[in-house]
Nanobody
């Protein structure tokens, strides 16, 4: 099982980024997927989750209305579209498959002017 994140970087407040997680080594379409983040000095927290098949999504209150999680089962990929970014969104973002307990290595998002 392998999860590889990409798309992080430095962005100004109010800007946007799109994170991508490429999955391999398991039957991706059968599992829920999630994005977590960990800011410096803080615990890792769930940002968003998307179920398989019915595609139900859930979000942390802090990102509702600004972030959108989606998936492309044909490409074994999950995305996190992040809009209206704030300095508090600065963190390492991790891709996760809850059932497989699989984690990527993370991608750093820095929101700063």
């Amino acid at each position: 099982v392998q999860l590889v994140e990409s798309g992080g970087g430095l962005v100004q407040p109010g800007g946007s980024l799109r994170l991508t997680c490429a999955a391999s080594g398991f039957n991706f379409s059968r599992y829920a997927m999630a994005w977590y983040r960990q800011a410096p000095g803080k615990e890792r927290e769930l940002v968003a989750q998307i179920l398989n098949i019915i595609l139900t999504t859930t979000y942390a209150d802090s990102v509702k209305g600004r972030f959108t999680i989606s998936r492309d089962d044909a490409k074994n990929t999950v995305f996190l579209q992040m809009n209206s970014l704030k300095p508090d969104d600065t963190a390492v973002y991790y891709c996760n498959c809850p059932t497989m307990n699989a984690w990527g290595k993370g991608t750093l998002v820095t929101v700063s002017s």
